[in-house]
């Protein structure tokens, strides 16, 4: 059972930045990928951005040139670099793994709000 823990959330300005990390309870060579995603209020949940095994990235075009997702395998913890933040940004955001035997994990989320 992978165990996931996000981190760095709050409130920041429209054009401000945040960096939120998620630290995985087990090594990433056991894990085939890690995303985040987002769930604004009345809203779905929304892929934002991710990273495979190879270190290939994955972003939405909404978030695209503003956020950076990246990993670091010693300390087993992917971050979401976000700049340019927008009001629309405005969600919690959760961390996925996924593991090579296709087991989905979820964090609790942490909460970003931009405001205008």
């Known amino acids: 059972q992978v165990q996931l823990a996000e981190s760095g959330g709050g409130l920041v300005q429209a054009g401000g930045s945040l960096r939120l990390s998620c630290a995985a309870s087990e090594s990433f060579f056991s894990l085939l990928a890690m995303s985040w995603y987002r769930q604004a209020p009345g809203k779905q949940l929304e892929l934002v951005a991710s990273?495979?095994?190879?270190?290939?990235?994955n972003y939405a075009d909404s978030v695209k040139g503003r956020f950076t997702i990246s990993r670091d395998s010693a300390k087993n913890t992917v971050y979401l670099q976000m700049n340019s933040l927008k009001p629309e940004d405005t969600a919690v955001y959760y961390c996925?793994?996924?593991?090579?035997?296709?087991?989905?994990?979820w964090g609790p989320g942490t909460q970003v709000t931009v405001s205008s």
């Open positions: 996925k793994a996924v593991s090579a035997r296709a087991d989905v994990y």
């Open positions: 990273i495979i095994g190879g270190g290939s990235t």
